[in-house]
């Protein structure tokens, strides 16, 4: 099972961050299957690739803290596809949702 993780501080507002983060995520092309104030699950449309490389991406934010200064947002990105290879479906779209995210993130006002 190929998984690639990463992380996001940012200052925003939660709710400013959560839209930001839905925004991203239907601009790479996913569909959100679950979504609350904070955990956002999507998946890659059936279709492209096959089953077994077709992955799932979940958000977590964590709510703002003194000690980190601001919201934390968690990102998984995985499917049941093995790595195999470095460049493989799950890390091109980590890559591309990490960009996404990257880029809304700055567009984000800070409190």
Do not use: W
Request: net charge negative.
């Amino acid at each position: 099972m190929a998984r690639y993780t990463n992380f996001f501080m940012t200052g925003a507002p939660q709710e400013d961050v959560h839209q930001g983060l839905v925004t991203a995520l239907k601009a790479c092309g996913l569909d959100l299957v679950y979504q609350d104030p904070v955990y956002i699950v999507a998946k890659e449309k059936p279709g492209q690739v096959s089953f077994t490389q077709l992955t799932t991406v979940e958000l977590l934010l964590n709510p703002p803290t003194i000690e980190m200064g601001g919201a934390k947002i968690d990102l998984v990105v995985k499917n049941e596809e093995l790595p195999l290879r470095q460049q493989n479906h799950c890390r091109e779209v980590f890559t591309q949702v990490n960009q996404a995210i990257s880029e809304a993130n700055e567009q984000a006002p800070v409190s």
